[in-house]
């Protein structure tokens, strides 16, 4: 829609080009998000944390999901409710249901009654919201007894967010002690470093070269 090209061209330009950006970072953890919550399935209230322009929202909405998008970007929101009646026409269906906020996420979740969604997902979002264990103690207060969290981030163990970059990534020593204290239990953990994927999460070596990259972080 003319109402949101310029925004999500502000926002995906700097990616070019865009497409083979989401379908290389997005798009994958829109399917494991999808598998993780069975969401054509069960159909969950999912939180979607530093949404941006929502894209991924709306492909899950699509597929089932009723999604509460929070990101701090007012522009990037503006542009996601913009793009949602365009979603909403390509799926075949009178309306979606996606609700945005542009908000402070410690200040917005403070609000949310206990257990308000069944799960939570974020990408390459929690590493800017600190403290952290505040953060993640709000988000297990948001999603109820026996809901579930899918959380992609930066790999605090890799050599450029090590010397270059300088944003506080969280490690999976610090992942591990917060899930700990809030009693959390892992499905599934996956790590994607100077070891390639295909090897690090493959057969039976996996446990060890995971115990040697969380080593590294």
């Not at 502000?10 to 598998?35: G, I, K, M, S, T």
């Not at 999912?46 to 929202?57: K, M, N, R």
Request: aromatic share 12%; charged share 20%; net charge positive.
């Amino acid at each position: 829609p003319a109402a949101a090209r310029t925004l999500m061209h502000e926002y995906y330009d700097r990616f070019q080009p865009w497409r083979n950006h989401f379908l290389h970072h997005f798009a994958p953890f829109v399917c494991e998000v999808d598998r993780a919550f069975d969401v054509h399935a069960n159909q969950p209230r999912l939180l979607d944390l530093g949404c941006g322009v929502a894209t991924q929202a709306h492909l899950l909405a699509i597929r089932g999901a009723t999604i509460a998008g929070l990101d701090s970007n007012a522009d990037r929101v503006r542009a996601g409710e913009a793009m949602t009646p365009w979603f909403a026409e390509q799926s075949g269906k009178p309306e979606l249901p996606v609700t945005l906020a542009a908000d402070d996420a410690f200040a917005w979740l403070d609000r949310q009654p206990s257990g308000s969604f069944d799960g939570c997902y974020t990408q390459f979002a929690l590493a800017y919201m600190r403290p952290h264990d505040k953060m993640l103690a709000l988000i297990d207060r948001a999603v109820r007894p026996g809901g579930r969290m899918v959380f992609r981030e930066f790999n605090a163990g890799s050599l450029y967010n090590r010397v270059a970059a300088r944003v506080d990534w969280l490690s999976a020593q610090e992942y591990q002690r917060v899930a700990t204290r809030l009693g959390w239990r892992c499905r599934q953990c996956k790590f994607y470093w100077l070891i390639p994927r295909r090897i690090i999460n493959w057969g039976p070596t996996a446990p060890l070269l995971r115990a040697l990259e969380s080593g590294l972080t």
